[in-house]
Every structure is written in C-alpha cells, then in structure tokens.
C-alpha cells in the first residue's frame, strides 16, 4: 500500500511563486512515475507535470517554462515549484502514482493524495 500526502498549497498573488511537496511512503519498488494533477471547479482534473523513476520530465504545455518537477529519493518527497502563478493556476493540486502506464490520463495512475489547494490573486 501507498500513501500520499500533498502540503505547502496557499494563496499567492498574480506572478508569485510556491513549492508543493508530496511525500509518499510504503512500496516504491514498482513505481512508475510520480505525477502532479490539478482540477479547478467545473474543469476536468488535468495533468500537470510528471518524473519518471530515471528522472525524465514531462510538462503540460501550460506550465511549461514556469513549473518544476523534482524529487528527492532520500526524503520520500516529490516537489513542484511552480513561479510566475496566473490565476489559471488556481485549482486544487493532486500528487499521484503510476506503477505500469504513466500518461497525462489519470486513470493510469494507482495511489493519489488528498490534494492541496493553491489559489492564485490578481
């Protein structure tokens, strides 16, 4: 079993910028990838950013150049560093875990945390 837990979400204003960590403990011998979702009130739940188990990374078009995925093996922590925040960045933020497929799909992905909320003001 896999247990995830997301923290460091906040309010920010408009080009601010914010790091979102997920720790995650139990099995990790079949870890695929690790993923950030986000979902915003009435929207599909979209893919954010996700990093393979050799440290491949991938971005959503929209975040591209401005959000960072990263880990830290040592720590059990998966981070995203996300700057210049456009209140299209505000959405409830979810870290996830694949163990075969790792696509922008989300049903792909096996263990999910809670979700951390980020609401970005103009």
């Known amino acids: 079993q896999v247990q995830l837990v997301e923290s460091g979400g906040g309010t920010v204003q408009a080009g601010g910028s914010l790091i979102l960590s997920c720790g995650y403990s139990?099995?990790?011998?079949?870890?695929?990838?690790m993923g950030w979702f986000r979902q915003a009130p009435g929207k599909e739940r979209e893919g954010v950013a996700r990093?393979?188990?050799?440290?491949?990374?991938v971005y959503a078009d929209s975040v591209k150049g401005r959000f960072t995925i990263s880990q830290d093996n040592a720590k059990n922590t998966v981070y995203l560093q996300m700057n210049s925040l456009i209140p299209e960045d505000t959405a409830m933020y979810y870290c996830?875990?694949?163990?075969?497929?790792?696509?922008?799909?989300?049903?792909?992905?096996?263990?999910w945390g809670q979700g951390t909320q980020v609401t970005v003001s103009t």
């Open positions: 139990g099995d990790q011998y079949s870890r695929n990838c």
């Open positions: 996830a875990e694949a163990a075969n497929r790792c696509t922008w799909n989300s049903s792909h992905f096996d263990y």
């Open positions: 990093i393979y188990s050799t440290g491949y990374r």
